[in-house]
T-cell receptor, first 112, second 114 residues
């Protein structure tokens, strides 16, 4: 039972444009959401998070939006840079649990 | 400060053999997690230690998998006997607290069962 879904396995954008990565979840108990970034042969690294009491969190070029009613979140990268090319994983957890459930990842390619 | 380390980085074994993976968390991190990613699918939670105790092992696939964390420092994950479907990348992560605390991942162990 996959509770976190990333339906786009890949995304390609031009340098300088916006990248939008999407994620859907099914478990209404989730109240903390994260994005991780993964380069080849490395482990995932934390990128940005949002709790369910917010609908937006911004950190530099990265913004995460949360729509609780739709059980949907998205990651916006503006402007996209070639170094952003990686696999991005969406993850969700229950606040006091920290046992994360991940999506399958979206491979982002930013073309120069 | 050293990050999470995992050993070995790669392992190729035959079906029926035993493999033991090791994870050394960041020093001082009481929480240690094991995850597995199979064939480009989602990163799946396996289990969570708080110090030497298993907080949650609901993700362990079956009794061929045994995780230990004696002394609350490093952890081992043993697969015995290994099956073809056990192939994948096994990630370990650690965090300072159990609640909202960033999990830091190791580079993973790539296991191939032939």
């Amino acid at each position: 039972d996959q509770q976190v879904k990333q339906n786009s396995p890949s995304l390609s954008v031009q340098e300088g444009r916006i990248s939008i990565l999407n994620c859907d979840y099914t478990n209404s108990m989730f109240d903390y959401f994260l994005w991780y970034k993964k380069y080849p042969a490395e482990g995932p690294t934390f990128l940005i998070s949002i709790s369910s009491i917010k609908d937006k969190n911004e950190d530099g070029r990265f913004t995460v939006f949360l729509n609780k009613s739709a059980k949907h979140l998205s990651l916006h990268i503006v402007p996209s840079q070639p170094g952003d090319s990686a696999v991005y994983f969406c993850a969700a957890s229950v606040y006091n649990n920290n046992d994360m459930r991940f999506g399958a990842g979206t491979r982002l390619t930013v073309k120069p | 400060e050293a990050g999470v380390t995992q050993f070995p980085s790669h392992s190729v074994i035959e079906k029926g053999q035993t493999v033991t993976l090791r994870c050394d968390p960041i020093s001082g991190h009481d929480n240690l997690y094991w995850y597995r990613r199979v064939m480009g699918k989602e990163i799946k939670f396996l289990l969570h230690f708080v110090k030497e105790s298993k907080q949650d092992e609901s993700g362990m696939p079956n009794n061929r998998f045994l995780a230990e964390r004696t002394g609350g420092t490093y952890s081992t994950l043993k697969v015995q006997p290994a099956e073809l479907e056990d192939s994948g990348v096994y990630f370990c992560a650690s965090s300072l607290w159990t609640g909202l605390s960033t999990q830091y991942f190791g580079p993973g162990t790539r296991l191939l069962v032939l």
